[in-house]
């Protein structure tokens, strides 16, 4: 019937695990969250096979995490994804990072006492705001509510609210209309 969605039938993962989830969660058995008990969860999510998550994470409502992102950074780094998001496949958030300055070795097998300067840090994708395909983001960026970066862009700092970026690194190319999009979201009670 034209309109109706059929529930998916695929393996999910257990969501007990997490700190928090919400309801209308859908998160494939094949992620990888590496601290489920930082990671908090809304409502109305999809999390695709193969994204993999070593940061914690507060993830809002109606957000779509599309197959094979990669969120790194350990536990002492964090993403925040708001409402209304979508990151499609392939994209790679780096949310800590070692700085490869000859500090140390760069790898995280060696003791502590041995290792590089790490930046920890948060990557934020605000609210209404879209990351495309192979998208590149660095530590402590802020993705402006409804900015758009658009496929394999890189993302050393923050964006503007409601502009689109391409790019390497990224650079805004135009403003992108928002009134319908906040009208939605008014409608659904946000």
Known sequence: MAGTVQPLQSAQYDTT????????????ANVEIRRPHLVRVGSHVAIDSGVYLTTAAE???YIHLSPY???????????????FVTIAAGSRLICGSDRFMG???????????????????????????????????????????GSVIGACSLVTKDT????????????????????KMLEYAKQLGY
Do not use: H
Request: net charge negative.
């Open 103 to 145: 500090d140390g070795f760069t790898s995280v097998t060696v003791p502590d006492e041995y290792r590089d300067t790490v930046d920890f840090g948060t990557i934020r994708c605000s609210r209404f705001s879209g990351i495309g395909t192979n998208v590149v983001i660095m530590p402590n960026v802020t993705i402006g509510e």
């Open 17 to 28: 695990l997490l700190q928090s989830c919400g309801e209308d969660v859908f998160i494939s």
């Open 160 to 179: 503007e609210p409601w502009t689109v970026y391409v790019g390497v690194p990224a650079r805004p190319v135009k403003v992108r209309p928002r009134e």
């Open 59 to 61: 993830i809002g409502d």
């Open 69 to 83: 992102l990669t969120v790194i950074g350990g536990a002492q780094s964090k993403l925040v994804v708001e409402d």
